[in-house]
């Protein structure tokens, strides 16, 4: 996903971290954060890796909410279906939508769309 080798709809990119919409969201908008060097676990994460992950995330968050429009964006650090660190933000209305079990196979033209929204 880094090198570009697989494809995704990135929202937001810097040096160090990228932000991309999930495959599978729990809800349209959810988006993956991941570090681009690898770490297999986020507590194996130096301190200061861990405090720009989050601060990262704040700001990818408040892309989402801004661009969305939720009541919040909901954030999940589950660490199992992949072996690189990576932070679910998901907008979210009510809390139940968080729930993972909620999550479906995305159509490319709904990711398109939410990504050019999200771009705009």
Same mark, same amino acid.
Do not use: A, L, R, S
């Given at each position: 996903?880094?090198?570009?080798?697989?494809? =995704? %709809?990135?929202i937001w990119e810097d040096e160090k971290y990228l932000a991309f919409l999930d495959n599978n969201p729990v809800k349209p908008g959810h988006t993956l954060l991941i570090?681009?060097?690898?770490?297999?676990? =986020? %507590?194996d994460l130096s301190d200061?890796?861990?405090c720009e992950l989050m601060l990262t995330a704040k700001k990818v968050a408040k892309l989402l909410k801004s661009k969305l429009h939720p009541k919040r964006v909901g954030i999940a650090v589950?660490?199992?279906g992949v072996s690189?660190?990576?932070?679910h933000l998901v907008p979210i209305d009510k809390g139940y939508e968080l729930n993972p079990s909620n999550a479906k196979p995305a159509v490319k033209g709904e990711l398109e769309e939410i990504a050019k929204k999200i771009l705009s």
């Open positions: 996903m880094v090198n570009g080798e697989i494809p =995704i %709809f990135k570090p681009k060097k690898h770490t297999d676990y =986020i %507590f200061d890796e861990y589950e660490g199992f690189h660190v990576h932070v």
